[in-house]
Nanobody
Framework: QVQLVESGGGLVQAGGSLRLSCAASGRTFSTMAWFRQAPGKEREFAAFITWSGGTYYADSVKGRFTISRDNAKKTVYLQMNSLKPEDTAVYYC?????????????????WGQGTQVTVSS
């Protein structure tokens, strides 16, 4: 059974940093990504990383967040620096077994349970 387990969320002051981790069990995935959902808003894309290490970021996090992965550990990370109150959200790890990079949330076939990130002002 495939599982994605996130960790590393918490409460941090604005300007601080957090590092999220997502460990996959059961199989190896091609593209892995982080999404987030703020209270009262729809879930939105934050960043993805391909098997070979190619990355892409949402404009809202570019320059502040860094996604990385350790394929041997089947783990993806999200280093979040210069955090802002508007980064407060539940952060979800997603993974795709497709060869092509997913173009939408619907194309990710595995999701974690989410981890809360709260940034205080």
């Amino acid at each position: 059974q495939v599982q994605l387990v996130e960790s590393g969320g918490g409460l941090v002051q604005a300007g601080g940093s957090l590092r999220l981790s997502c460990a996959a069990s059961g199989r190896t995935f091609s593209t892995m990504a982080w999404f987030r959902q703020a209270p009262g808003k729809e879930r939105e894309f934050a960043a993805f990383i391909t098997w070979s290490g190619g990355t892409y970021y949402a404009d809202s996090v570019k320059g502040r967040f860094t996604i990385s992965r350790d394929n041997a550990k089947k783990t993806v990370y999200l280093q979040m620096n210069s955090l802002k109150p508007e980064d407060t959200a539940v952060y979800y790890c997603a993974a795709s077994s497709r060869v092509e990079v997913p173009r939408s949330q619907a194309e990710y076939d595995n999701w974690g349970q989410g981890t809360q990130v709260t940034v205080s002002s």
